[in-house]
């Protein structure tokens, strides 16, 4: 009897500590979010106001919604987002898991020198591509076009690395099984390994999905069109050279996050499922 | 003799199928970036006259380099960056994986929240991070009831830009932490706890080994972020801030050479020096990783 | 419950390759884009392009394209190596050499040559010519518009201190000793200066009869000359004044944020920020005004005035698909009417001479009208915004010398390391 006593009061104080941490986390993640709620209805005084620091505006309103709408076509700008992270994603999730899958599983000539070409393009800083690759879209005339967002993100040095650690942790007989009943290489792959890594493809998934999203210098660059912006770059256009209407700002910009946070809930339900979920299937 | 022949034909289709599954990626690896970056390497002997003009001068851009206390005073910065940032990133970003997989209530909820910081306008996070640690109005001093120049003095400048690194990139590595989590078969803990072994025990003999690849990767990525860190500095910190030369990377040191002034032999030079660098420690990790990562179970 | 994925991607796919097919323009008009950096400016310039297409062409359409100031440069950069650089846009002076100098902007002396013998001296003061000329000496772009640096006051903090608001005979005892009592009077800043060339020390150094560039040649520093020495100790020194902030504030707050928190009296500031404050502090209305920039009393050389004054000016590719068009196009830009639009729109005090004033319309929406005629009037003691061939490779690098001297290093030394960055690329 005592035995269980004691076993429920440390399964109590082990709940205590798990949501004393989540709540406290949660508080501080949540901080910047909930001051771009704030600035986005404070005027534009009170979002620079110093000493005091105005927290919350001194009237609710939605003027700066209404202003952010109507300085951003932000039909065409979520469409264009919705697009480039799409075919991003899509590139990533594909290419990504057929090498993270050969790298981790096949053997083949090469495959440590190719290995490492993944390892030095993650090393490499984003700034040097900039020039060169916009220069391949210019000659391609794919300028101010949808496929010019997707072009860098056709492939994923990131998404093979990460793949491919996944694939390692799989054990070598599941694979060894499937080609025993018959399936060649791209089958095994594909109906029996890859259904295994459904939360790591949704992990990368969104972390691609995120990334695109943030890409600011990019879009920016290479698309001039507002129609064919994206979100990021087309908010970046409301920041002045000397001056930036901030309360404006934070409120397209909680417009443009909205999308994003929806398509995490949807695919934060494939952790709930876990393992189990995606097995079955 | 039949046999073998057999096993190599199959080893050859195999071989087959690696070249095809990679193919996708190391081409596209090799025309987005591995050319750009030997252009790179090519222009780090150059000067750049203007335009994508080359003129080719041997090794004065590394001989002005290694000559100049600035880039060494970055190198440190950026090292000691990695040092503030990394180990303390993952963990915690491993403990939110594991928080996040407990069995709570509200579980999207809490997964939601630690989320946004990634979703969230760069302008805003700055604006109150900024606010935060301004020295003569900011919440933190108010708190502590200090009067710490947080962004302005040498001292605490990179403490700062640390923290808020860490805070933006917990989410991120969390939600890879989280799918490595859920990848470890149920049955594994179901199988230890009837054995009685205690959440510590189950932690280090279950829970690190399985994940331990995951992590792996999240080291390299998050490693390689931090030595390549600029935009962080350039948000938080004005050209005019005191404490700029003790908290500049390589990359903004890099940001400024080729695209401020426009001196992009130079700053070729020092991007070819901090891949250097990366890859050197990279080249340990993977070394290292045999003595930590499980791939067998 | 899988096919939904599917079904999601292919609508994308199918939507994908409609988007595209919806792409060029088919009116058979030519549409030229005009690419700038600021979007307070955005509706002035397509209000102006508009005029174009209704008054002189219209089969010409014109697009405004905003990009943000940082990645503006980098992008502008890119597409002139590739050669697809937008019809129009704009070009600041710290940029225009580099531009002018490797032939990617189009020579545009002549543009007016049919039409009005010396266009641009007519229309257009010295500097304004000069701020848009490549090295050569020939105009690579049309000026656009020009301002200068004023003092900002706080009416209430002057009142409260009973101190008589500054005027145009001000001179920098007047401004320290009003920073004074109005610190004394109200524990709030006084003259907040601040770490900054164009809003900072460079004024002082041409009130004091120093210089930056030699003015003949505008090769040789002039960081180490004795008037350019002691205008500098003066204005850093100025924070060590108890009613003057030091510089770890200013890296966190910016004395105009401060001067619209009222926390401080004075703050020098550009015209072309004046609207935006007006439309951004509602209740700080009436509140403040402008006055001309106080004089050096003991300078060097001179009369002790000066107040930095700068332009941006209208560019297009030498190598331009449209480039006939696009001249008739600038030739309009560079009109009366062109600028009056421009004027007019509240976007920047135009450069053509005589028409400063349209600029003021914009200010009339509101209850109080801010002294104008201070900044008109402060055009006669303009210096030339400083630039020279090689400035942006040593811009940075003094600057961080500058923010050295403010960490407290020795002046003279920094001043001399100065000289040596900005002198290191002149080539005899």
């Known amino acids: 009897m005592k035995s269980t006593d004691s076993l429920r009061r440390s399964y109590a104080i082990n709940k205590f ?41 001194a009237k609710w309103m939605l003027d700066n919604f209404r202003d952010a709408i109507k300085s951003l076509p932000f039909g065409r700008l979520y469409w264009n987002t919705t697009l480039m992270v799409f075919f991003r994603v899509i590139c990533a999730v594909l290419f990504s898991s057929m090498a993270g899958y050969a790298f981790a599983k096949l053997k083949f000539r090469g495959k440590n020198l190719l290995f490492g070409i993944v390892l030095v393009q993650m090393s490499l800083p984003s700034q040097i591509f900039i020039i060169p690759q916009y220069q391949m879209v210019a000659h391609m005339g794919m300028a101010n076009t949808i496929f010019a967002l997707v072009f860098p993100g056709l492939v994923s040095a990131f998404g ?25 290489q791209w089958q095994t792959f594909y109906k029996v390994m890859f259904p295994l890594t459904g939360t790591s493809v949704a992990a990368l998934t969104i972390f691609t999905a995120v990334f695109a999203y943030g890409d600011l210098m990019w879009p920016l660059v290479v698309n001039s069109d507002l129609k064919m912006m994206t979100l990021s770059s087309g908010l970046s256009t409301l920041k002045g050279q000397f001056t930036t209407n901030f309360p404006v700002l934070m409120a397209g910009s909680l417009l443009a996050m909205l999308p994003m946070v929806v398509l995490y809930l949807i695919f934060q339900r494939q952790f709930v499922e876990g393992i189990a979920g995606t097995g079955g299937k | 003799m039949k046999n073998k022949v057999k096993l190599s034909a199959a080893a050859r289709r195999e071989e087959n199928w690696g070249w095809f599954m990679v193919a996708p990626t190391i081409i596209g690896l090799l025309v987005l970036n591995i050319w750009p970056f030997i252009q790179t390497i090519y222009t780090s002997f150059c ?3 203007g335009f994508g003009h080359y003129r080719f001068l ?24 990695c040092i503030l940032t990394v180990p303390v990133g993952v963990a915690l970003a491993l403990l939110v994986a594991i928080l996040l997989n407990a069995k709570v209530k509200f579980k999207g909820g809490f997964r939601t929240l630690f989320f946004l910081p990634l979703v969230c306008a760069p302008a805003a996070v700055a604006m109150v991070w900024r606010w935060i640690f301004n020295g003569e109005y900011g919440v933190l001093n108010q708190i502590l009831g200090a009067n710490i120049q947080w962004i302005t003095d040498p001292k605490t400048a990179v403490i700062a830009v640390a923290i808020v690194s860490v805070w933006s990139s917990v989410g991120y590595d969390a939600v890879l932490l989280l799918a490595g989590l859920q990848n470890i078969p ?29 992590m792996f990767s999240v080291l390299i990525m998050r490693l390689m972020a931090s030595m390549k860190v600029y935009d962080l500095i350039y948000m938080m910190a004005d050209e005019t801030n005191p404490a700029l030369t003790d908290m500049q990377s390589l990359m903004y040191l890099f940001y400024r050479s080729s695209f401020v002034a426009g001196e992009r032999g130079y700053g070729s030079a020092i991007v070819v020096w901090t891949v250097g660098l990366i890859l050197l420690v990279t080249l340990i990790q993977f070394w290292g990783q045999k003595k930590w990562v499980t791939y067998d179970i | 419950m899988k096919k939904i994925p599917r079904m999601i991607a292919a609508a994308l796919m199918l939507a994908l390759l409609l988007s595209t097919a919806g792409c060029g323009s088919s009116d058979g008009k030519t549409h030229l884009t005009f690419q700038i950096w600021d979007v307070a400016q955005r509706d002035g310039m397509q209000a102006m392009c508009d005029a174009y297409t209704a008054q002189v062409d219209p089969n010409v359409v014109i697009e405004v394209q905003v990009t943000n100031w940082n990645e503006y440069w980098t992008k502008l950069e890119a597409a002139a190596e590739s050669n697809t650089m937008p019809d129009i846009y704009w070009m600041h002076t710290d940029q225009i050499l580099y531009y002018a100098d490797f032939g990617i902007l189009a020579d545009l002396t002549d543009l007016y040559a049919g039409e009005e013998d010396n266009y641009y001296a007519n229309h257009f003061s010295d500097i304004s010519i000069s701020n848009a000329s490549g090295t050569d000496g020939r105009i690579y772009g049309i000026p656009k518009d020009k301002d200068n640096v004023l003092l900002v006051y706080n009416k209430e903090m002057f009142d409260t201190a009973g101190v008589a608001y500054p005027t145009s005979e001000w001179t920098w005892d007047d401004l320290t000793d009003a920073s004074a009592k109005v610190y004394a009077a109200t524990g709030k800043y006084g003259y907040m200066a601040y770490n900054d060339e164009q809003l900072g020390y460079w004024n002082f150094v041409y009130q004091k009869g120093g210089y930056i560039l030699d003015p003949e040649t505008n090769l040789h520093a002039g960081y180490t000359q004795p008037a350019t020495r002691d205008a500098i100790r003066y204005y850093v020194d100025l924070q060590k004044n108890e009613w003057c902030p030091d510089q770890n504030y200013f ?29 951004n502090y509602p209740d700080m209305v009436g509140k403040w005004d402008i006055a001309m920039l106080p004089r050096c009393p003991d300078p060097a050389s001179g009369d002790g005035r000066g107040s930095i004054s700068n332009g941006l000016c209208y560019s297009t590719a030498a190598k331009g698909k449209n480039l006939e068009t696009v001249k008739e196009v600038l030739k309009f830009f560079g009109s009366e009417e062109g600028q009056r639009i421009q004027g007019e729109s509240g976007a920047a005090i135009p450069a053509y001479l005589g028409l400063e004033d349209t600029w003021s319309k914009s200010f009339g929406d509101f209850d109080y009208m801010l002294d104008l005629d201070q900044c008109y009037g402060q055009f006669d003691y303009a210096i030339q915004y400083i630039n020279n061939a090689s400035r942006r490779k040593w811009k940075s690098n003094v600057a961080d010398e500058m923010v050295k001297v403010y960490n407290g290093s020795d002046l003279d030394s920094s001043l001399a390391r100065m000289q040596e960055l900005a002198d290191y690329y002149v080539t005899e």
Not at chain 2, 187 to 213: C, H, W
Not at chain 3, 254 to 259: E, L, M, V, Y
């Open chain 2, 47 to 49: 000067e750049h006259l």
């Open chain 1, 160 to 184: 093979v690395f990460f793949l491919r650690q996944t694939y390692m942790s799989i054990p070598d007989e599941v694979g060894e099984a499937a080609y025993l009943d018959g399936c060649n």
């Open chain 1, 17 to 57: 500590i798990v949501y004393f941490f989540l709540i406290l986390g949660a508080l501080i993640m949540v901080f910047p979010f909930a001051w771009m709620i704030l600035t986005s209805s404070k005027t534009v005084a009170e979002s620079v106001q110093v000493d005091p620091i105005v927290i919350l505006p």
């Open chain 2, 58 to 81: 041997g090794l004065a851009n590394y001989v002005k380099m290694f000559g100049n206390a600035e880039f060494w005073k970055a190198t440190w910065n950026t090292i000691f960056f």
């Open chain 2, 186 to 214: 149920k049955t594994l803990y179901e199988a230890n706890s009837i054995d009685g072994a205690g959440k510590i025990r189950q932690f280090f003999t279950i829970t690190l080994p399985m994940v331990s690849p995951t």
């Open chain 3, 251 to 279: 890296a966190e707050t910016s004395p105009g944020t401060a001067f619209f928190s009222g926390m401080g009296a004075m703050f020098l500031e550009g015209s072309w920020n004046l609207l935006n404050e007006m439309k």
